[in-house]
């Protein structure tokens, strides 16, 4: 009986260690996001913890946030759906101890955000997320998973420009305003805030940014000089402005310049001259293997390549170009989004134009640079549907995959095969530059479900 009686108040004080360990949590959303649950607690003891969550009423999608060390705790959830009641525990890492369990809910998405209609979606067809920008009239990122749902939201405080890319870091980079680059992460700090102005670099910046292997931000840029303009229906002494390539360092430093100025004279191009826009518009930029830089100029239906040493054109792609296909049914028109997909091959949106040509297509290249031939590889002509002759991106998702976002007042987000049928859609109320497919953003932030998960009913 004194045995008995032993284990039992050896029972009752573990349990008492155990349960008073840590102090009530309490939540809140990180400013006011839905999605971003914050949960802030204490510990006794200076401790690493982590949260395990999952959703109610499907254990089986667990994650565990990355652990806090120290005695006072906040920890931010992510990846989480809306209107969504997810159960929670505390895990002291020291000795594999869980809490009590909590619950919270989440809301809506706020209404503004973005509105996402779900067409056709087919959970098989991808593992990973897809993120697309409203650019007006107040910014904000979006992440929707495999099942259309918006699962992640970033707001800005003003709209903010069109371009932005996804990062090595699992951060976003944006052109902000014509005169600001900036980083931030998923947690909606900022990274890096880039302000030309300030940094007296006279610079707009537009349609483009990324970071290049070295960690230097590539955008596109543009320079003026006065011509006479007169031929072309404009003035003796007119400013003509032209795109071109800028490299700056993180903290504002020219690392190379090129502009179509360098290498043309708009008196001799037989090319378009628009006065009333950047001259060749261009609108993206690749680097190839060998560290050279491809510009997308969409007034000319080219893709250029230019040696990062010199400032030469190697070639120019596309019809009239010093490199184009055999078949001229494979000429591009008004092209957006070129980069190299997962093949090596140079891959685009080609949009097409209403009097030329009305459907856009997903096209890519094989381009042999030492026998100067080019040969088509991704041919996909797109239902009408799903054309428009502005903006709009393609990318190789897997082996006859591909993410498709066409824009025109709202955006249309596809993933088509190889014969241009659509296995999922949604369609979101606000346009989108591009779409992106990012098959891990929440790294940063999750880790692996401890083995206390394995014990939670299915």
């Not at 939540?27 to 971003?36: D, E, S």
């Not at 995959?401 to 249309?412: E, I, N, P, S």
């Amino acid at each position: 009986m004194r045995v008995h009686f032993i284990l039992l108040m050896l029972a009752l004080i573990a349990w008492a260690c155990q349960s008073s360990w840590y102090s009530e949590p309490e939540i809140t959303f990180l400013n006011g996001n839905v999605l971003l649950p914050q949960i802030r607690f204490s510990t006794t003891d200076s401790v690493s913890v982590c949260i395990e969550y999952w959703p109610v009423h499907n254990t089986r999608l667990k994650h565990a946030s990355k652990a806090s060390l120290g005695k006072y705790h906040e920890v931010i959830l992510v990846n989480l759906k809306p209107n969504t009641q997810y159960a929670y525990h505390l895990v002291n890492e020291r000795g594999q101890t869980t809490s009590e369990e909590y619950t919270f809910t989440t809301d809506s998405v706020p209404g503004h955000i973005v509105r996402v209609k779900k067409d056709i979606i087919d959970t098989t067809l991808f593992n990973g997320y897809i993120l697309i920008r409203r650019f007006f009239k107040q910014g904000a990122d979006v992440l929707l998973n495999q099942n259309g749902d918006i699962v992640w939201y970033h707001e800005y405080d003003t709209a903010v420009r069109r371009a932005f890319s996804w990062t090595n870091n699992n951060t976003i980079l944006s052109i902000y305003d014509s005169a600001r680059i900036m980083e931030t992460d998923l947690l909606g700090n900022v990274i890096l805030d880039l302000d030309l102005e300030k940094l007296g670099l006279p610079y707009k910046v537009h349609h483009e940014v990324f970071y290049d292997p070295a960690g230097n931000i590539v955008t596109i840029t543009h320079d003026s000089a006065r011509y006479d303009l007169r031929k072309f229906g404009g003035e003796r002494e007119q400013y003509l402005t032209a795109d071109g390539i800028l490299v700056l360092s993180r903290t504002g430093k020219i690392i190379w310049k090129w502009n179509l100025l360098q290498v043309e004279d708009p008196l001799q191009f037989k090319g378009k001259i628009n006065l009333h826009e950047n001259w060749g518009h261009a609108n993206s930029i690749a680097l190839d293997a060998d560290g050279n830089y491809l510009i997308s100029f969409r007034d000319f239906n080219q893709v250029w390549k230019i040696d990062k040493n010199t400032g030469e054109v190697i070639w120019k792609f596309g019809e009239g170009g010093t490199l184009r296909p055999s078949d001229p049914q494979y000429n591009f028109i008004r092209q957006h989004s070129i980069h190299f997909n997962p093949r090596g091959e140079l891959m685009m949106f080609d949009n097409g134009e209403l009097k030329a040509r009305p459907n856009s297509r997903v096209l890519s290249f094989q381009i042999n640079e030492r026998e100067h031939t080019v040969t088509p590889a991704i041919y996909i002509e797109l239902p009408r549907a799903l054309s428009s002759y502005r903006m709009c991106s393609a990318e190789m998702i897997g082996e006859g995959r591909y993410l498709v976002c066409t824009t025109r007042k709202d955006a249309t987000v596809t993933v088509v095969n190889d014969s241009g049928q659509i296995l999922w859609k949604i369609t979101a109320d606000n346009a989108s530059y591009r779409a992106y497919f990012i098959k891990n953003p929440f790294k940063n932030y999750i880790q692996a479900a401890t083995r206390s998960l394995a014990t939670l009913p299915d």
